[in-house]
């Protein structure tokens, strides 16, 4: 799976996603629906 170029694409994707989830301290439903109150 991982040999493809867009598969590889879309896993550098996945990864910057769950980077800045992760610095957010977005882990749950909850963290999520708090990160959003606060951006709007």
Known sequence: MQEREHTLAELARMEKVRRFMLDNDIT??????????EIY
Do not use: A, E, I, R
């Not at 749950?28 to 708090?34: G, H, N, R, V």
């Open 28 to 37: 749950d439903k909850d963290s999520f629906d708090d990160y959003q109150k």
